[in-house]
C-alpha cells in the first residue's frame, strides 16, 4: 500500500476560539463571507481569485454560507472530491467555516456532515447545523435554514 501524504500549509488568521484581551484585540478583523462555490471553470475561477486574495492576506478567516461544490455526494462522492481539491490552497491557510445549503441536503446532509466538522454541542444535537463563535470582537451565529424545509428535520 503507498501512502500519499497532503501538502504541507501554514495556517494563519484567527481562530474562532483565539483568546486575548479585548483591549489587545485588533478592532477591524477582515472576515469573507461567501456562498455558491462550484466546480468547473467558473469554481476554478473563483479559487484562483480567492487564493489570489489569500497571498496578499486580505482577510482573517472565510464563512462559507453554504453550496459547497454543488451537490457533493454525486458521482459517488467525486463532487466533494473535487471541490476538496480546488479549495485546498485557500481553505487550508484561514479558519474556514461553514453552514450547509440547499445543495448539502441530501441523505439527510450526509455529505457535508462527512466532509465539513463544525462546531457540536448539545444545544445543536452533535449536527453543527447551528452554532456561533467569537471572531475578534464579532460574534457570528450559524443557523442552517434549509433544515427547516424538510418533513424530517424532527428527527434531527
Known sequence: MT??????????????????????????????????????????????LLYAHSKMRAFDAIIHIGDMGYDLHSFNGKVGDEFGRIKEPVAANYPYMTIPGNHEDHSNFTAYKTRYNMPVNEANNGTSTFFSFNLGLAHYIMIDTELYFHSYYDAR
Not at 500549509?9 to 462550484?38: C, M, N
Open 3 to 48: 501512502w500519499l501524504w497532503s501538502d504541507t500549509y501554514y495556517f494563519s488568521g484567527l481562530t474562532p476560539d483565539y483568546e486575548k484581551p479585548y483591549e489587545q484585540l485588533d478592532l477591524l478583523t477582515k472576515v469573507l463571507i461567501f456562498g455558491d462555490w462550484g466546480i468547473g471553470p467558473v469554481g476554478t475561477d473563483t479559487s484562483n
